[in-house]
């Protein structure tokens, strides 16, 4: 196969790299959840934020504003239970992350995700924090 051995060279590297690491930051973005059925929030046609109108919101984020919560919290909560980990399969890339943690691998505590439930699917890791992006129009 063309470009087998280089690929097995080129994992191999990482591999060690790996192994010789004493921390390793993981930086990840919604392509790491998209492929689990996941939606990112913003593309076009299937983001989140285009496929709400079921929730009849003022504007798409109301989702996950906390005034619109107060009022009618019903749209949050039945998005919740239709994306309810369990009801997705993790990725390769989950899987991969979850492998580091269960080799004893001392992931950074910060892993970047565009989902939080995202974060279900490597377990229980009590130094592990979520950063959420925040996105403003100005």
Not at 9 to 34: C, E, P, Y
Not at 53 to 80: G, R, S, T, V
Not at 87 to 113: R, W
């Amino acid at each position: 196969m063309p470009g087998f051995s280089t690929s097995c060279a080129l994992l191999n590297k990482l591999a060690a790299a790996i192994r010789s690491s004493s921390n390793i930051v993981v930086l990840a973005g919604a392509g790491i959840s998209v492929s689990a059925g996941i939606p990112d929030f913003r593309s076009p046609g299937t983001g989140l934020y285009d496929n709400l109108q079921k929730y009849n919101l003022p504007f798409a984020e109301a989702i996950f504003d906390l005034q619109y919560f107060k009022k009618n919290p019903w749209p949050f909560y039945e998005f919740c239970r239709e994306t309810w980990p369990g009801k997705h399969k993790p990725t390769k890339a989950h899987n991969f992350l979850s492998l580091l943690q269960n080799k004893g691998v001392d992931l950074i505590p910060f892993i970047i995700m565009h989902l939080e439930l995202s974060l279900f699917f490597f377990g229980s890791n009590q130094r592990r924090k979520t950063i959420e992006g925040v996105y403003t129009k100005h």
